[in-house]
């Protein structure tokens, strides 16, 4: 537009050439140039001061016009001016400012080789060009600002994208982060014009990658080569690991300290740049970015960067409170779950005072279903061999008539021998004959990882609680000290068992010599009611099936009271009964 308006002004004015000059600072700039005069090119820079005409023009805000620039008086008011009049060769010389708000922003001058100055028509007709070339300039100054303005609301919408794209990924990665860093060195790549974008993280002693955007197959492998690596001044990253700030090496080859070179060769980059990623002040990672160009990047990109650092520790430390928070709710529901099993086998004895099997049955489900193993078996002990009374679960059982012996090699075996708990997390792993049963066992019922813990009644083995996976691993120690706690409980309750039947007992026993006591002192006459009593408790007492008082006269043995026969085996009894002592009779037999 200006080189369109010297053209005109020249050509209208009747002049050799014309040039449009604007204001730089404390210098007025050549835009435009038209015709064959030269001596100041485009680009060139003319001071602005009153020794020049073109300076004066600038300062007063008026129009010049110098009949002869030769004149020894011009050269005498503007002794500046003299080089230029003399390089150029012009005579005559119109200069009209640009006036933007009276403020003089550039000059419009048209020359002539000869003396010949310009009529009023022209002279007009040059300040209505200056004033086109306002209105030119003015138009240029809207449009880059426009421009400028539309440009940083472009950059800063897709910041505010990636930013949204981000924390999007943020809320739906609690777990794991490993989506963000990617999200992160995505977008850093792409709105820093970067060729690629790199995430690290550091662990207070390695600087480890993580993950990057834009590197290729050759760049990735050499960066795996290079890392894990400790912070140092020899790269961009680790100065801002060490310095706890933006690290900015425009030019790789250029930077003394840069002690990656290998890496930056193969890769292609020149300039790069590294913002760490800080938590309570202490550097836990670092993004990056870098371009084959040299000093590539921007304050404003270097800024964003920095943003995309700070969402990167709120990623961090969100997944870090979930799984800690999770961890937690882990926590309380195991304890919750145990307490509950706890309960209720606690509930299951209470109710169960003289029946031990759904105790067990209890102990071997809870066992099972809060150790994470897929089944759980409970062993007494009997002489040399464990027999089976209680199991959960789908392996393969033991028939009802086999047992185990008591032996080192069996992993309940060695439970019971060492009165201590074993723990196999992976039988195959076990060397040489090592559990030789148990692995015979395991590939015949299809387990590898076992957990088994004796059964002490006053440091004595009563029985074993195993727990068996078929898969390899350990038990946690919380899982262990759940089966160590279960096999307490099944003491306990074989324990209350026995102790409870031995009082049922007891008590039984007292009430039959009580109600035999009653029936002879009821009974003062006749002795017959009497030995039906004894008769009767006895069969109660020892759970037979038949019961008898026999008599004995000194000669012959009598029936004194019989019960629990059937009326035929009755009628046999009084049909061999009484009956001489040799016929039988060892009880009467000293």
């Known amino acids: 537009m200006l080189h369109a308006i010297a053209e005109s002004a020249a050509r209208l004015s009747n002049a050799n050439d014309a040039v449009i000059l604007q ?19 485009i680009g060139e820079l003319l001071p602005i001061r009153r020794t020049m005409i073109t300076g004066t023009a600038i300062l007063d805000r008026r129009t010049m016009h110098i009949h002869d620039g030769a004149s020894e008086e011009v050269n005498t008011e503007f002794p500046d001016n003299k080089q230029y009049q003399k390089r150029i060769g012009y005579r005559t010389i119109l200069i009209t400012p640009f006036l933007r708000e009276d403020c003089a922003i550039g000059v419009i001058a048209i020359r002539r080789i000869e003396v010949a100055p310009f009529s009023d028509k022209q002279i007009e007709l040059i300040r209505t060009f200056a004033d086109q070339a306002v209105i030119a300039i003015e138009n240029v100054r809207l449009f880059k600002e426009l421009e400028e303005r539309n440009k940083a609301l472009t950059e800063a919408l897709e910041q505010q994208t990636a930013t949204s794209e981000i924390l999007r990924v943020i809320s739906q990665s609690q777990r794991d982060v490993q989506p963000v860093f990617e999200a992160i060195a995505g977008n850093a790549r792409r709105l820093c014009k970067a060729s690629w974008a790199v995430f690290y993280t550091f662990d207070g002693e390695l600087i480890r990658y993580a993950t990057t955007d834009g590197m290729s197959r050759e760049a990735i492998e050499a960066t795996h080569r290079t890392f894990p690596m ?14 706890r700030a933006i690290a900015y090496i425009p030019d790789v080859r250029e930077d003394a300290e840069y002690r990656l070179e290998s890496l930056a060769q193969t890769a292609g980059y020149r300039s790069t740049v590294s913002v760490p990623i800080l938590r309570d002040e202490k550097p836990i990672g670092a993004i990056s970015v870098s371009s084959t160009e040299p000093s590539m990047f921007s304050e404003r990109q270097i800024a964003m960067l920095q943003t995309f650092a700070d969402q990167a520790v709120i990623a ?13 709710n882990k926590a309380l529901t195991e304890s919750l779950e145990q307490q509950t099993a706890t309960s209720e086998i606690l509930r299951v004895i209470s109710s169960s005072p003289t029946d031990l099997q759904p105790v067990l049955d209890t102990v071997s489900r809870n066992a099972a279903a809060l150790c994470g193993a897929k089944d759980a078996a409970i062993f007494r002990v009997e002489g040399d061999v464990l027999r089976l009374v209680a199991a959960s679960g789908p392996l393969p059982r033991l028939g009802p008539d086999e047992t185990i012996p008591i032996h080192r090699d069996s992993i309940n075996g060695r439970a019971v021998l060492e009165r201590r708990l074993v723990h196999v997390p992976d039988l195959l792993a076990e060397p040489g004959e090592e559990f030789a049963i148990a692995k015979a066992l395991g590939s015949r019922l299809g387990f590898r990882a076992a957990l088994a813990a004796p059964m002490l009644r006053e440091g004595i083995p009563t029985g074993v609680i195993i727990i068996e996976r078929a898969e390899p691993g350990p038990f946690s120690d919380k899982q262990i000290e759940v089966i160590k706690t279960f096999a307490d409980q099944a003491v306990i309750a074989i324990e209350n068992t026995r102790l409870f039947k031995e009082l049922q007992e007891r008590l039984e026993q007292q009430t039959a010599t009580s109600e035999i006591l009653r029936v002879i002192s009821q009974s003062q006459s006749d002795v017959q009611p009497v030995f039906e009593t004894i008769a009767e408790n006895a069969r109660k007492l020892c759970e037979a099936t038949f019961s008898g008082v026999l008599r004995f006269d000194g000669e012959v043995i009598h029936v004194a009271a019989a019960v629990g026969y059937s009326p035929e085996a009755l009628e046999a009894v009084h049909r061999t009964f009484p009956m001489p002592l040799s016929r039988g009779g060892r009880a009467f037999v000293p």
């Not at 204001?23 to 090119?41: C, D, I, R, W």
């Open 230 to 243: 400790p912070p140092s001044r020899g790269s961009a990253l680790g100065r801002a690991i060490l310095t």
């Open 23 to 41: 204001v730089e600072g404390e210098f007025l700039k050549v835009v435009a140039q038209y015709g064959p005069l030269s001596g100041v090119p």
């Open 316 to 328: 961090i430390e969100n997944v870090r409170l979930f799984k800690e928070l999770e961890e937690r």
